[in-house]
Structure formats: C-alpha cells, structure tokens
C-alpha cells in the first residue's frame, strides 16, 4: 500500500509540471478592478501583511500542500518552505498519508528547520481519517512541528482515481470527532473542485473547531484530469466543480477565514481575490513549476509586485482596503453568481 501511496505522489508531481491538466476556463478572468486614476498613495508605503488565524503574514499568499512520501519530495518541500519563509508567507505540506503508513518517510515532511516562523499547515485526505485514530493524526503534525491541520475532501478525484476511495458514510461526523479531539485548528480544503456555501455550512456546527476553508475551486489544476493521465476515466467530469470566486464569495459572506485557491497564477489574481472577499490566496501547481524551472524566488516576487500595483491602482493602502476595493464580475461568472443569488452590484458600487 505505501509503494502505491509514494508513487503516485512523485507521478502527481510530474504529470502537473509536464502535462497540460487546468481547467479550460479560468472564472478569474471575469474579474476586473474599477481603476482609479487619481492614486493618493506611495507605493513604497503599502502594507501587504495579513493575518493567518494565529499567524502575521508578511504577504497574503500560501504556497498549498502539494507533496511529501517520496525522496525527492524531501527536497521539493524544504525548497518550498524555505521561499515561504523568505516571503514571510504560509506552506502546506502534502497528504501525510505515505508517513503514517511508513513512518520511515517522516523526513520528507519535516521543513520546520528551514521555516521557523511561518504557519505550516499538515494534510491528510477527508477520507483516511476514517482509517486513523486522532492520537496518530496528532502525533503525525507533531512530529513535523506543523500549526494547523489541512483536511481534504476530494471526492471527485477519488472518484476517477481506479484505485481511489468509493467510502466517504461517517465522514463529517468523524471531521468533527477529530476537531474535537487533537490539539490542532483544521482547515477543511477540496483540492480543484471547490467548496461552496452549501457544504461550509455543514461545517457550522463545529465552527469553532474548524478554522477555516481553502476553497481550492474550479478554474486551475483539474485533478480528473491528473487522475486521467494516470489511467482514469474522467469522462464528462474533467471540468465538474464549483468556480473559484464563487466559492470565495460564498465561504467569506459566512464570516469564516477564507483562503482563496484553484486557478490563482499570479499576484493579480490574488488580488482579486481578495476583493471578493478571501484572507489570503493560494496556489499550488504554479509554484511546482516555478520549483523545476529554478524560478520560485523570482516568482513568488512577481506575485508581490502585482499585488502591489493592483493595490496602487485600486487605491488600497493596505490588504483591508484592497478587500472593499471595486470590482466588475461578468461573463459566465456574472451568470453563475446571478443563478446562485449573489449580488454582483454590491462588489461594483462600493
Ligand atoms: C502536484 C500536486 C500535488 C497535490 N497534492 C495534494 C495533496 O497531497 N493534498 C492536498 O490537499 N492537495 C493537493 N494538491 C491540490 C492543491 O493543494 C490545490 O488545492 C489544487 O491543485 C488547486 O490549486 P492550483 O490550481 O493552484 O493548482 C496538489 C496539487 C498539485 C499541483
């Protein structure tokens, strides 16, 4: 079982950085800011920091889990992490299901040398937490000194995955039970198919325990066809999901900490993001390129810089303003927020 776990961990990492397996429409296109032409701010003097539940980010950006299992994984996460922390920015590890089945791969996960001050968030699937006791979840985010549980629900994956998860009864009831019982603040993410209103509100009950939601909608990495590539059929169901901002829109208007990810390529988009009402963006896919490409630096800088225009233009001094500033939603995300009772006007007239 775990020789499967780690090879399909490195065949994730490769098919994403060599095949071409995004959704074919990026719902963030349909998002514009309303420019402002008289600025009245330096750009010098912007503030980015944002606040990750417990956690001060320098800019409101993650790098989301990804990896761990495998050697080279070992690699791959200290790099990752380490940028992170340059950028003063969060990081996700990868599902930690290969170390709880070998514990021997522990050191795959283990980044906090390289990282000491920034949120690391650990990951196991929705699905495994019905095969684990909470005690192993704990000792599993002790033992890579991580701040917050990722939990992923990733139906639709499982779904096209020939060897993936078909039990998911119980599985609510036993995200609560583990809420309850490890030391841990989770954060409930998908992984590309996105959490909408309709499912955070199942979470309302253990509110308290569940921190937050990555949203992780439609718009980027499409796992079906990940899972397509690996010898699935996807069929119809390549581009199934939830958009991105309309899950942002939703999952926020709920007064829950948001992050923002699915089809997040640059600082722009973030931005935009965060107009719609998310506390930070996220991205995963982009930076696993910029990893190979020995670009990661520079691209977590550009992701800065763009940030930093869209705030100039928008007249946002700081990542509060720029959340209130004015933006256009049309297209088909216009129409889906329209069939779902969102008020599109609100986000222009502000
Ligand atoms: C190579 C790769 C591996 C991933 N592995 C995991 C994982 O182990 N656990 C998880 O919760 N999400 C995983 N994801 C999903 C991402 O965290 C993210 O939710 C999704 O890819 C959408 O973001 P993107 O469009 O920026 O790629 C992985 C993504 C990539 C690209």
């Known amino acids: 079982m775990s020789v499967q776990t780690k090879k399909r961990k490195g065949e994730h990492v490769r098919i994403c950085v060599s095949k071409d397996v995004q959704h074919e429409y ?55 992490a380490a940028a992170c922390e340059k950028y003063g920015i969060a990081f996700g590890l990868g599902s930690q299901r290969a170390m709880i089945e070998n514990p021997a791969l522990t050191e795959t996960y283990r980044v906090r040398d390289v990282a000491p001050t920034i949120p690391i968030v650990g ?29 992923h629900l990733n139906t639709l994956q499982e779904l096209v995955q020939p060897e993936g998860d078909r039990e998911f009864a119980g599985i609510r009831e036993r995200i ?18 996105g959490i909408g209103w309709e499912t955070a509100r199942m979470f309302n009950g253990i509110f308290s325990k569940v921190a937050g939601f990555d949203v992780a909608g439609r718009g980027g990495t499409s796992w079906s066809k990940v899972e397509e590539l690996r010898g699935g059929d996807a069929g119809p169901f390549s581009e199934w999901g939830n958009p991105t901002p309309v899950c942002i829109a939703e999952v926020s208007e709920l007064g ?28 995963a896919c982009p930076f696993m390129r910029a ?11 550009q992701w800065e810089t763009y940030l930093k225009r869209a705030m100039l233009l928008t007249n946002s001094r700081n990542i509060e303003e720029l959340g209130q500033a004015s933006i ?21 007239q502000r």
């Open 26 to 80: 990026n719902w963030l296109d349909d998002v514009e800011f309303v420019h402002k032409a008289l600025t009245t701010l330096d750009y010098g003097a912007l503030d980015t920091r944002a606040v990750f539940l417990r956690h001060r980010l320098k800019l409101p950006f993650m790098i989301t889990g990804m990896t761990g299992g495998y050697q080279e994984a070992r690699k791959i996460n200290r790099a990752l």
């Open 123 to 151: 990951n196991i699937g929705a699905a495994q937490l019905l095969k684990y006791e909470s005690e192993q979840i704990n000792d599993m985010l002790k033992s890579v000194e991580a701040d917050y549980l990722a939990v």
């Open 176 to 193: 609560e039970s583990v809420a309850r019982e490890i030391e841990y603040p989770i954060i409930i993410k998908e992984t590309g198919a």
């Open 256 to 283: 829950a900490f948001t992050i923002a990810s699915g089809g997040i390529r640059n600082g722009l988009d973030a931005a935009k993001a965060i107009a719609l009402g998310a506390d930070i963006a996220g991205a």
């Open 291 to 301: 990893y190979y490409k020995k670009r990661l630096d520079e691209t977590i800088a």
């Open 328 to 348: 256009i939603i049309t297209g088909r995300t216009a129409e889906y927020m329209l069939a779902k009772g969102i008020n599109i006007q609100e986000y222009a």
